[in-house]
Nanobody
Framework: VQLVESGGGLVQAGGSLELSCEAS????????MAWFRQAPGQERAFVAA????????YYADSMKGRFTISRDNDKNTVYLQMNSLKPEDTAVYYC????????????????WGQGTKVTVSS
């Protein structure tokens, strides 16, 4: 599986951005999908995940209510809608995929995109 993120950029605090991640292959619906982020000088951290059909979503506590993960299996794409952005949301955001549902519990994803940078100015 190859993953390509897009949608990053510069936004003012309080603004919104939508990230997209398009996956290659014909079995996208068999993969759990997630977003992680890595801020400067910090370790990569979990942001959100979505189940195979999109019916279940999972979020890090600090993102609940502000971020929404979704997927379109017909388009092989997962999205991350980010609202009420804060300067501390500045990071490189990575899309991740793993076959099946195990990664939804373990946070261990086998496939990663190259990342898209999000900068939130104050």
């Amino acid at each position: 599986v190859q993953l390509v993120e897009s949608g990053g950029g510069l936004v003012q605090a309080g603004g919104s951005l939508e990230l997209s991640c398009e996956a290659s292959g014909r079995t996208f619906s068999s993969y759990a999908m997630a977003w992680f982020r890595q801020a400067p000088g910090q370790e990569r951290a979990f942001v959100a995940a979505v189940s195979l059909t999109g019916s279940n979503t999972y979020y890090a506590d600090s993102m609940k209510g502000r971020f929404t993960i979704s997927r379109d299996n017909d388009k092989n794409t997962v999205y991350l809608q980010m609202n009420s952005l804060k300067p501390e949301d500045t990071a490189v955001y990575y899309c991740a995929a793993d076959y099946g549902v195990r990664a939804l519990r373990t946070y261990e994803y086998a496939y990663w995109g190259q990342g898209t940078k999000v900068t939130v100015s104050s």
